[in-house]
């Protein structure tokens, strides 16, 4: 399972992003999927989650109401919108899948594949 992350770049507070993730190696339908960051100097800390129907979404507290996962099945990408940024979102932003289907997607410790990570950079 191969998860490339996409979307990153440099921008103002108040700005919006949106990053994506597309999945090879396995179809995304039957799988939750997830986003991670990790700040400089710090662990890497859940951002959100979808279920495998797209129907249960849960966030940090720190992203919710700025922050919304959705999923295209069809084009086996996940996305995160990211508006609002402020300069404490800057990170590695890292998408993530689980190994069993059938997944809530709002525990952080069953998520197993990462992908490479996109650097998001909110200046103040």
């Known amino acids: 399972v191969q998860l490339q992350a996409s979307g990153g770049g440099l921008v103002q507070h108040g700005d919006s992003l949106r990053l994506s993730c597309t999945v090879s190696?396995?179809?995304?339908?039957?799988?939750?999927m997830g986003w991670f960051r990790q700040p400089p100097g710090k662990e890497r800390e859940f951002v959100a989650g979808?279920?495998?129907?797209?129907?249960?979404?849960s966030y940090a507290d720190s992203v919710k109401g700025r922050f919304t996962i959705s999923r295209d099945n069809a084009k086996n990408t996940v996305y995160l919108q990211m508006n609002s940024l402020k300069p404490e979102d800057t990170a590695v932003y890292y998408c993530?899948?689980?190994?069993?289907?059938?997944?809530?997607?709002?525990?952080?410790?069953?998520?197993?594949?990462w992908g490479q990570g996109t650097l998001v950079t909110v200046s103040s």
């Open positions: 979808t279920s495998w129907t797209g129907g249960i979404t």
């Open positions: 190696g396995r179809t995304i339908s039957w799988f939750a």
């Open positions: 993530s899948t689980q190994k069993e289907p059938y997944g809530s997607g709002d525990s952080p410790t069953l998520y197993s594949y």
